[in-house]
């Protein structure tokens, strides 16, 4: 049952590309993933809980294997993101599920939690954001694109972040032993973000990222009022949403469980192993299997 299968499907008009593992019936996984990267990030991860879980992993528009439609007939936005998601979601017929959000997934995760939380069982938080307190040095650039959208100069660093050198140190930074993190993740990323057009994809996104800020209260009152089981598996040596962003969550979320691990931002690569087996350790406490029935 630990067999990753591989579909592309149609959502919203759009061909959207993800990975499927486990048997169905078992309590769902939904696993959103960041920038610069895919599903491709979560390939070992669902080979690790396929076992006892349902998984899905998307890749959103212009990322991945999902189709990259022009700027023109496509709003490239966190909210047409979380409307795919929840498109696919419900195409697969998932009523409930608990999601992993990392980087970009957690705003694409909040978005259905919050418009759907009877549907949410657990929150499992992996380098992403929702307090004002993860956004430091990293993101003064694009909190200055966020103000003029032709500063050249905050574009040309934007840009910077997904040429070779930078989808490296997003991979390595932070990392004890780089050894450890495979060079096809950056050469993998590199595929979908080489695309004509796809730069201007990504820069449309971090001027859209700003609309995510503005959100963080709403999804903190969610915390608050809907009380969800939450797992925190943070890289504590990420820059670019440090660990001061990780903390904050206990602010608001009383039902967490918290866990620091010695690596950067896309801790899966190094930390892999570990983070299953938390993961599993949590969801055997917190969500009850469903009776399988045979035909």
Not at 110 to 138: M, S, W
Not at 164 to 172: N, P, R, S
Request: hydrophobic residues 35%.
């Amino acid at each position: 049952m630990n067999t990753v299968r591989h579909h592309t499907t149609t959502v919203n008009g759009i061909e959207i590309f993800y990975r499927e593992a486990g048997q169905k019936g078992k309590p769902a996984l939904v696993l959103l993933h960041g920038y610069p990267t895919s599903s491709h990030m979560y390939r070992n991860l669902m080979q690790r809980l396929a076992d006892d879980y349902y998984l899905i992993a998307p890749d959103y528009p212009g990322f991945g294997r999902s189709a990259q439609p022009h700027m023109t007939d496509f709003d490239y936005s966190f909210d047409s993101f979380a409307a795919i998601v929840q498109g696919l979601l419900e195409q697969l017929g998932l009523d409930r599920y608990s999601l992993y959000l990392m980087d970009y997934g957690a705003p694409v995760g909040y978005r259905i939690a919050t418009a759907h939380p009877e549907k949410i069982e657990t929150l499992i938080v992996q380098n992403g954001c929702a307090y004002d307190e993860g956004l430091e040095q990293f993101w003064d650039p694009i909190k200055e694109y966020w103000k003029d959208k032709n500063n050249k100069v905050a574009e040309r660093t934007l840009e910077g972040f997904h040429s070779i050198d930078g989808l490296k140190w997003q991979y390595t930074h932070g990392v004890a032993d780089t050894a450890l993190v495979s060079p096809d993740n950056w050469e993998h990323d590199l595929r979908h973000l080489s695309r004509p057009g796809n730069d201007r994809i990504q820069l449309q996104l971090f001027h859209d990222y700003q609309h995510n800020v503005t959100l963080y209260p709403q999804w903190q009152e969610y915390f608050r009022t809907y009380n969800p089981d939450m797992l925190i598996v943070y890289g504590k040596n990420d820059y670019i949403f440090p660990v001061a962003g990780a903390e904050a969550y206990k602010k608001d979320v009383k039902n967490l469980e918290y866990h620091l691990f010695d690596a950067g931002h896309f801790a899966l690569e190094t930390h892999g192993e570990e983070i299953a087996a938390t993961i599993k350790n949590f969801l055997r406490l917190k969500v009850s299997p469903k009776p399988l029935t045979t035909a």
